[in-house]
C-alpha cells in the first residue's frame, strides 16, 4: 500500500503496511540509517524521531497513524544543530550508537524548554539508555547548546 509521509520537509511516497513502523520505512525503503533498532519496545530510545515537534519512538510508531504528520530524523538536523555541535565538542559518544536518539531526545526538550534544568534533562532523557554510560557528557552538551555553562563531565 502506497503511503505519503512528510520527512525532514518533503513529502515521501512510501510502499508498506500501515501497520508497519516508521523505523523499518526510514531504514529499509528509504535507506536513513540515521535512526538506529535498538530493543524494538520502545525502551532504550535509540530510534527516537520527531512527530510534529514530539520525541517518539520510531520502532512503535505504524505509518498509517503518521498521515499529515511533520516527521523530523537526525537526518533532518542537518549535521549543524547546536547539539550536534554541543556533542562534538564535548566529546559526547563513546560508541555512538544510541547517540542519534539522544540528540532527537534533547532537541525536542530544547524545542519546548530552551533553558532546561537538570531535573528536566533528567525527565526528557530517561527513556533513552547509553550502555557506555555517557550520561554526564551528554547532560553537559544540553546545558551547552541551551547557551548555559556546560558541567563537568
Known amino acids: 500500500m502506497d503511503t505519503t509521509l512528510d520527512i525532514n520537509g518533503k513529502a515521501v511516497a512510501v510502499t ?3 501497520e508497519t513502523p516508521l523505523l523499518w520505512v526510514l531504514r529499509d525503503e528509504l535507506l536513513m540509517t540515521g535512526t538506529k533498532y535498538g530493543c524494538g519496545i520502545a525502551q532504550c530510545g535509540a530510534c527516537t524521531v520527531h512527530a510534529d515537534g ?17 516527521i523530523t530524523t537526525i537526518e533532518g538536523l542537518g549535521g549543524a544543530h547546536p547539539l550536534q555541535a554541543a556533542w562534538v565538542r564535548l566529546d559526547v559518544p563513546q560508541c555512538g550508537y544510541c547517540q542519534s536518539g539522544q540528540i532527537m531526545s ?14 528536566d534533562i533528567d525527565a526528557a532523557m530517561s527513556g533513552n539508555l547509553c550502555r557506555c554510560g555517557a550520561y554526564q557528557r551528554i547532560r553537559a552538551a544540553i546545558k551547552d547548546a541551551a547557551g548555559a555553562a556546560p558541567a563537568h563531565a
Open 106 to 119: 534533547a532537541a525536542a526538550l530544547l524545542a519546548r524548554t530552551p533553558t532546561p534544568s537538570d531535573a
Open 16 to 18: 508498506a503496511a500501515p
Open 54 to 70: 514530539q520525541a517518539i519512538r520510531s520502532c512503535q510508531t505504524p505509518i498509517g497513524s503518521l498521515a499529515g504528520v511533520k
